[in-house]
């Protein structure tokens, strides 16, 4: 049965599918966010968020999904509480070096311009972007991380990038680690597309369920995504370059990403219409 917290897939969310079948049961009672939740909530039985997710996989399409997406109340009381790595300025120095790599891979793509990042967290891309010399502008939905990003000196705005109006096209999106949180990825991809220059790229990132290391933390039962709360999607790349192309975009370039772990790091160009 799915909870109360959650919006069900009556199909899959990348193909329509209807033929799905149940994966298997994460817990993540034990995640940072989760339990915050609960504090938050006053620890009453009633305002907790159900701690099982249920993991669906697409005999059509082969995508790996939950069983549903959490609703707009239950969403709210998550994002009322932030990640510590989510914090505007954390580990700067740090999380500068990480961000100046990935700026590095998309530089022989993109040199200068707009570039757009959506769910900037901690706002070391930007910043990082800003001194390559890129137009920096956000979107997240924290309003804490908005108005942090703002005091930073950084146009930030409180919205999905599907209500964002800009005034001109980017040469740059970068989703970092928000794909997998968006209750049908599509949606985001073709918002992405549409504000794109011609040539544009996208930079994205994401847990990779395709590779050698997220089969081997399966063996030792230690993958912490089945349990990753704010997650609705696992990709692999297989699937996700499937996706992409189906999005109208080219894969350029893969490498993995040093952000979070068994993360890859994917660059794709809009293509012309
Ligand atoms: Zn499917």
């Not at 901690?122 to 010399?133: C, S």
Request: proline share 5%; with cysteine.
């Amino acid at each position: 049965m799915t909870s109360p917290d959650r919006i069900t897939y009556d199909a899959c969310p990348l193909c329509e599918s209807r033929d799905i079948s149940h994966l298997r049961t994460g817990d993540c009672s034990r995640h940072a966010l989760y339990q915050q939740s609960v504090e938050k909530a006053g620890g009453g039985e009633a305002n907790r968020l159900t701690p099982l997710m249920r993991w669906c996989a697409c005999r059509a399409c082969g995508h790996v999904f939950t069983d549903g997406y959490f609703t707009t109340e239950a969403f709210a009381r998550l994002t009322q509480v932030v990640n510590q790595g989510q914090i505007v300025g954390a580990d700067f120095e740090r999380q500068r070096m990480v961000a100046a790599r990935m700026i590095e891979k998309v530089l022989p793509f993109a040199a200068e311009g707009p570039w757009l990042d959506v769910g900037f967290g901690n706002g070391a891309l930007l910043m990082t972007a800003q001194e390559y010399g890129f137009e920096a502008v956000g979107c997240d939905l924290r309003p804490a991380a908005v108005t942090a990003l703002q005091a930073a000196g950084i146009e930030a705005h409180l919205s999905d990038i599907a209500q964002l109006n800009l005034p001109r096209p980017c040469q740059v999106i970068s989703m970092a680690d928000v794909r997998e949180h968006m209750p049908y990825p599509q949606t985001g991809l073709a918002a992405a597309r549409e504000r794109l220059a011609d040539g544009g790229v996208l930079l994205l990132s994401m847990p990779n369920s395709d590779a050698p290391a997220w089969h081997l933390l399966d063996r030792m039962n230690a993958n912490p995504y089945w349990g990753e709360i704010e997650h609705y999607h696992n990709f692999g790349r297989e699937r996700l370059y499937r996706l992409l192309g189906e999005m109208g975009f080219v894969p350029l370039r893969y490498g993995i990403s040093e952000r979070y772990r068994v993360c890859m790091e994917v660059i794709a160009r809009k293509m012309s219409s």
